[in-house]
């Protein structure tokens, strides 16, 4: 497990910050095909220290690298002091994507988008009937993550050209649930940047798309809901209640 320390910590979110106002250097951050890839050990490491029904994961650089560095929360959603903040960095897909969601009314679906997150396969088999629905609509995550390759430096350099950077986000808010999945064998998450239309700002909001990885994903003729796919989370700013 890769961690920064508090100073490491804070100099990362302030590069991140430094970096956010100037569009070619977060071109160069940026590839619209990376992902962050989030370890076992990781997802451990914050189930036992976060104390809120959220997490927070902050945004920075490193070596000239965007890293994603998780931060817990107490009960009242202020972030906790500790002395080691595990991080992921921004990297190329080793192989394709699978999304899974096995939908109520026996339809399985899956999605694969390639390393360059692009579909290039889709299928559906039918099996028994399902009681629940999923947690979050396939097609609107593989919608929102193609909409982030095609249009996220378009996205970027609005934001820098006309707001100087200072709607971009520094923080993201996440359920917890989004790395605690019911289903048991979890090995990692890939958290893929998505891009989605908020009603309530009028605006595209960029947002982080959690999906799971298991040591036995398909679980054929269950009666239970199979999704590798979890929730939206929230961009600061603008959504910085917390």
């Known amino acids: 497990m890769i961690i920064f320390n508090r100073e490491e910590y804070a100099a990362a979110i302030a590069a991140w910050d430094t970096s956010s106002k100037d569009y070619s250097t977060i071109k160069k951050l940026i590839p619209p095909n ?3 890839t989030l370890s076992f050990d990781q997802i451990d490491w914050l ?20 890293v994603l560095i ?24 080793t192989s394709n994507l699978t999304l899974v969601e096995t939908k109520e009314y026996t339809l399985v679906k899956n999605a694969v988008l ?6 290039v396969d889709k299928t559906a088999d039918m099996y028994l009937p399902v009681a629940n629905m999923p947690i979050m609509e396939q097609d609107k995550a593989v919608a929102a993550i193609e ?4 249009e996220g430096s378009t996205w970027f350099y609005r934001e820098c ?4 950077g200072a709607r971009i986000f520094k923080r993201f808010y996440v359920p917890v649930e989004d790395l605690c999945p019911s289903k048991e064998g979890l090995s990692y998450i890939i958290c893929s940047f998505g ?10 909001l960029v947002t982080l798309i959690f999906i799971s990885f298991y040591k036995d994903l398909q679980n054929t ?13 929230r961009p600061c700013p603008p959504i910085c209640q917390l």
């Not at 390639?114 to 579909?119: A, C, G, P, V």
């Not at 050209?161 to 100087?164: A, H, M, R, S």
């Not at 891009?195 to 009028?202: A, C, M, V, W």
């Open 147 to 150: 909409l982030w390759r095609d």
């Open 70 to 93: 998780l931060c817990p929360l107490d009960v009242n959603g202020q972030k906790i002091a500790v002395n080691e903040y595990p991080y992921s960095i921004l990297a190329e897909l």
């Open 47 to 66: 189930k036992k220290n976060n104390k809120c029904d959220d997490f927070c994961s902050e945004i920075g650089v490193y070596k000239n690298q965007l």
């Open 34 to 36: 990376y992902v962050f």
């Open 221 to 233: 003729g269950s009666v239970e809901v199979i999704s590798n796919t979890y929730d939206w989370s």
């Open 161 to 164: 050209d006309e707001f100087k």
């Open 114 to 119: 390639s390393k360059e997150l692009q579909q």
């Open 195 to 204: 891009i989605k239309f908020s009603e309530i700002y009028q605006r595209p």
